[in-house]
C-alpha cells in the first residue's frame, strides 16, 4: 500500500510540475536529492554497522544472556507471561537492549523474532497480549543511551554540537517509557477486573 501511496505522489508531483512550467527546478531536486540520499546513507552505514558488530559480539559472547539475567526482575515486572511461559525473554532483552544503544535499526528484526515469540504464549491469537502491548510501547518510548543515528544525522546535517541532544532525549525516553508502562498496566488491570 505504501509503494502504491508513493508511485502516486511521484507522478502527482510530476504532473503539476509539468503543468507549472517547473520541469527544470523538478530535474535539478531529483538529482540533488538522490545525491544527499546517498550521502547520508552512507554516513549512517558505519555508525550501523559498528553498533550490529557490537550487538553480535555481545551475542555471541553471552553478555545478552547476563544482560537478560540481571534485567529479570524488571522483565518479570513488564512481562509476566512471557517470564512465567520462559519464552521470548531473551528476544525481548536483545531488543530492548538494541534500542538503548541507539541503533533501531538493527532492533526492528530483534523486536519481530521477540514478537513471534510472545505470539507463541499468546492464548487469542487474533489480538495482542498484554506483553506484546507491553512490548510495542516500551519499543517505540525507544530507552536511547546513546542515540548513535540522530547524532549521525546531526554530523552529516553540519551541527556544530551534535551531541547537544542527548540529554533531553534521555528525559523524555524515560518520561514516555515510564508513562508508557503505568498506562499499560493500567488498563491490564481493568481489562482484568
Known amino acids: 500500500m505504501i509503494g502504491k501511496i508513493s508511485g502516486l505522489i511521484c507522478v502527482l508531483s510530476f504532473v503539476f510540475g509539468v503543468i507549472n512550467g517547473n520541469v527544470g527546478q523538478m530535474s535539478e531536486a531529483i538529482f540533488e536529492g538522490a545525491s544527499s540520499a546517498v550521502t547520508l546513507t552512507i554516513s549512517l552505514v558505519g555508525t550501523l554497522c559498528l553498533w550490529n558488530g557490537i550487538m553480535q559480539v555481545a551475542t555471541a559472547s553471552g553478555l545478552i544472556e547476563k544482560f537478560s539475567k540481571i534485567m529479570a526482575p524488571l522483565l518479570k515486572f513488564l512481562f509476566p507471561d512471557?517470564?512465567?511461559?520462559?519464552?521470548?525473554?531473551?528476544?525481548?532483552?536483545?531488543?530492548?537492549?538494541?534500542?538503548?544503544?541507539?541503533?533501531?535499526?538493527?532492533?526492528?528484526?530483534?523486536?519481530?523474532?521477540?514478537?513471534?515469540?510472545?505470539?507463541?504464549?499468546?492464548?487469542?491469537?487474533?489480538?495482542?497480549?498484554?506483553?506484546?502491548?507491553?512490548?510495542?510501547?516500551?519499543?517505540?518510548?525507544?530507552?536511547?543511551?546513546?542515540?548513535?543515528?540522530?547524532?549521525?544525522?546531526?554530523?552529516?546535517?553540519?551541527?556544530?554540537?551534535?551531541?547537544?541532544?542527548?540529554?533531553?532525549?534521555?528525559?523524555?525516553?524515560?518520561?514516555?517509557?515510564?508513562?508508557?508502562?503505568?498506562?499499560?498496566?493500567?488498563?491490564?488491570?481493568?481489562?482484568?477486573?
Do not use: H
Open 82 to 193: 512471557a517470564y512465567r511461559k520462559k519464552n521470548g525473554l531473551g528476544e525481548i532483552a536483545v531488543s530492548i537492549s538494541a534500542n538503548i544503544f541507539g541503533i533501531g535499526n538493527a532492533a526492528t528484526p530483534l523486536a519481530i523474532k521477540a514478537m513471534e515469540k510472545l505470539q507463541q504464549n499468546n492464548v487469542d491469537k487474533s489480538v495482542a497480549s498484554d506483553d506484546m502491548v507491553m512490548f510495542t510501547v516500551l519499543g517505540t518510548a525507544s530507552l536511547d543511551l546513546f542515540p548513535t543515528t540522530l547524532i549521525a544525522l546531526r554530523q552529516t546535517a553540519g551541527s556544530e554540537n551534535a551531541l547537544a541532544v542527548v540529554v533531553p532525549i534521555w528525559i523524555c525516553s524515560f518520561i514516555t517509557a515510564v508513562l508508557g508502562v503505568i498506562l499499560v498496566k493500567v488498563f491490564c488491570m481493568k481489562k482484568v477486573l
